[in-house]
């Protein structure tokens, strides 16, 4: 069984940061490729960035140079520091991991379920 949660979400002023951290767990080989996204209400999900093994990283215009996304394999975590914070990024943030559950298995993606972010003065 493998579960993928994220935490740190919340209510912040425009201008202010946050935090989410993502962990995977339960039976994991390895993890490969983990990402964040967003879902703001009435639109579709939509990549905010992600990270590779090597630590390269790729994000959307809209977040370049405001986010930054950083793992832990150690601790199986990837991590979302979100700066400048303005109305437009209020959405469900999600986390997606791709995974090996043991060495015979395929890479396969799994999905955790959502932390709020809202921004409002």
């Known amino acids: 069984q493998v579960q993928i949660v994220e935490s740190g979400g919340g209510l912040v002023q425009p201008g202010g940061s946050l935090r989410l951290s993502c962990e995977a767990s339960?039976?994991?080989?390895?993890?490969?490729?983990m990402g964040w996204y967003r879902q703001a209400p009435g639109k579709q999900r939509e990549l905010v960035g992600n990270i590779d093994n090597g630590g390269n990283t790729n994000y959307a215009d809209s977040v370049k140079g405001r986010f930054t996304i950083s793992r832990s394999d150690a601790k199986r975590t990837v991590y979302l520091q979100m700066n400048s914070l303005r109305l437009e990024d209020t959405a469900v943030y999600y986390c997606?991991?791709?995974?090996?559950?043991?060495?015979?298995?395929?890479?396969?993606?799994?999905w955790g379920k959502g932390t709020q972010v809202t921004v409002s003065s």
């Open positions: 339960g039976s994991i080989f390895l993890t490969s490729n």
């Open positions: 997606k991991v791709w995974l090996r559950k043991t060495w015979r298995d395929p890479l396969d993606s799994y």
